[in-house]
């Protein structure tokens, strides 16, 4: 499968990249800048998010977003989700897998959101958490192409591959004592595995240890 991966030197960009590779996929890093991509053997494409189209892309099976903007800027990423969609719509390939934040996830069975919780409100990346929730909303009412959405459990760290992970649909995956967490190596087999089984198109998963 021939994936293309944009952010592919950021920390959750360069995991996936790591796990599709290993995996005997064709990986693209698509990155503004070439030089940071430390395994010289991955073809590129340096381009920012902004500037990408459709030709560009056109060859993948699979386009994955790993794009990350600093706090200051996180309309960024509902901006960029905006630019992939115009880009996108009308084509079948490839099929967008972005990785989502957790703040659009669900708490409880009234549609309470992460994002709507008093703690979340007070956090210092709410506007990320914002922004990333628009980014879905966008996607489910304008994008006519197949697209996943995966969002990560509240806690998002590099750590350990286990090689398991719980997936949910729209609600936040938590294990037994209430904490909600997940590492990017997991996460990455989580998307690696959409990827070959496009288990999830057009919507939305949450995934998780339990």
Do not use: C
Request: charge should be negative; hydrophobic fraction near 35%; glycine fraction near 8%.
């Amino acid at each position: 499968m021939k994936i293309g991966i944009i952010g592919a030197t950021g920390r959750t960009g360069s995991r996936i990249l790591t796990e599709a590779k290993n995996r005997g996929h064709e990986v693209t890093a698509i990155i503004r800048n070439a030089s940071k991509l430390e395994d010289k053997s991955i073809p590129t494409i340096e381009k920012d998010i902004f500037s990408l189209t459709k030709e560009d892309v056109a060859t993948f099976d699979v386009l994955v977003d790993a794009f990350s903007a600093p706090i200051e800027a996180s309309e960024n990423h509902w901006k960029s989700i905006d630019h992939l969609i115009t880009e996108l719509n009308g084509t079948t390939k490839p099929r967008l897998i972005v990785v989502g934040g957790a703040a659009s996830s669900l708490v409880d069975d009234k549609g309470t959101r992460v994002l709507d919780t008093p703690s979340f409100k007070e956090a210092p990346y709410y506007a990320t958490g914002a922004a990333q929730t628009i980014q879905l909303d966008h996607l489910k009412s304008d994008a006519t192409f197949d697209w996943t959405f995966i969002s990560p459990a509240g806690l998002f760290e590099p750590g350990k591959r286990t090689g398991t992970y719980t997936t949910g649909t729209d609600e936040l995956i938590v294990d037994a004592n209430g904490n909600s967490y997940i590492s990017m190596e997991d996460y990455a087999i989580a998307l690696v595995d959409e990827a070959e089984n496009a288990k999830h198109v057009r919507a939305r998963f949450t995934v998780g240890q339990q």
